[in-house]
């Protein structure tokens, strides 16, 4: 199975790139709901992550207070480590799983929506990386307007991602997502003519 790695900085419309793929027909395994499913109540990665960032973490339900955690986790560089060896390699045996059960069913091609692809070097692994490639300011703004988020906590979470540079650097295909929505389909729609050939 072709695999094809998609990422971006936040805000920059991964998303949204991913979404014109599978309906054009390339399934997606989005790592940010592999990550959400990883945490449901009873799942063995909410035990540990409350075993190591506390109990109280969980509600009554089962369920994770997902602010807190990233209060606790975020609050020094230290934190967050003990947070990420947790959680990537779960995320990466389930992604693993998804991908494996989509070869099993005659999938020729799969798309990998990864925010942090080129920060783990999962790249290396796939047979395509395509970034979706926005300027900051624009991000900050379509983070802001879209999201909800406020401006200076937008500009915090930009900033602890890889810069733009080095994922570009990383990259077999670019997708300028500085324009209108109408130009990404068409640049995606490209992209996918271009997959196509190599299948
Ligand atoms: P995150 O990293 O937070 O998951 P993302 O990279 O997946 O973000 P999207 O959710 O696809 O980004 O896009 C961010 C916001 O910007 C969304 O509200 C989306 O509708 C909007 N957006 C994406 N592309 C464009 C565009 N070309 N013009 C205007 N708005 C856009």
């Given at each position: 199975?072709?695999?094809?790695?998609?990422?971006?900085?936040?805000?920059?419309?991964?998303?949204?790139?991913?979404?014109?793929?599978?309906?054009?027909?390339f399934?997606?395994?989005?790592?940010?709901?592999?990550?959400?499913?990883?945490?449901?109540?009873?799942?063995?990665?909410l035990?540990?992550?409350?075993?190591?960032?506390?109990?109280?973490?969980?509600?009554?339900?089962?369920?994770?207070?997902?602010?807190?955690l990233?209060?606790?986790?975020?609050?020094?560089?230290?934190?967050?480590?003990?947070?990420?060896?947790?959680?990537?390699?779960?995320?990466?045996?389930?992604?693993?799983?998804?991908?494996?059960?989509?070869?099993?069913?005659?999938?020729?091609a799969?798309?990998?929506?990864?925010?942090?692809?080129?920060?783990?070097?999962?790249?290396?692994?796939?047979?395509?990386?395509?970034?979706?490639?926005?300027?900051?300011?624009?991000?900050?703004?379509?983070?802001?307007?879209?999201?909800?988020?406020?401006?200076?906590?937008?500009?915090?979470?930009?900033?602890?991602?890889?810069?733009?540079?080095?994922r570009?650097?990383?990259?077999?295909?670019?997708?300028?997502?500085?324009?209108?929505?109408?130009?990404?389909?068409?640049?995606?729609?490209?992209?996918?003519?271009?997959?196509?050939?190599?299948?």
């Open positions: 199975m072709f695999t094809i790695g998609l990422t971006g900085g936040i805000g920059s419309g991964k998303s949204t790139v991913a979404k014109m793929f599978a309906d054009a027909g399934p997606v395994v989005d790592a940010d709901q592999v990550a959400r499913d990883n945490m449901a109540p009873g799942s063995p990665v035990a540990e992550v409350a075993r190591v960032f506390g109990e109280d973490l969980i509600g009554a339900g089962g369920e994770l207070d997902r602010a807190e990233a209060r606790r986790a975020f609050a020094s560089e230290e934190q967050t480590r003990k947070l990420n060896e947790i959680t990537h390699p779960a995320i990466r045996r389930e992604s693993d799983r998804r991908f494996a059960q989509l070869e099993q069913r005659g999938v020729k799969a798309v990998y929506d990864m925010p942090l692809l080129v920060e783990l070097g999962l790249n290396e692994e796939m047979d395509l990386t395509v970034v979706v490639d926005v300027a900051a300011e624009e991000r900050v703004r379509r983070l802001v307007e879209h999201r909800g988020l406020d401006e200076g906590d937008a500009r915090n979470r930009i900033a602890r991602q890889a810069g733009d540079e080095e570009r650097a990383r990259a077999d295909i670019v997708i300028d997502n500085n324009g209108s929505l109408e130009e990404l389909r068409a640049r995606v729609e490209g992209v996918v003519d271009k997959i196509e050939k190599m299948l």
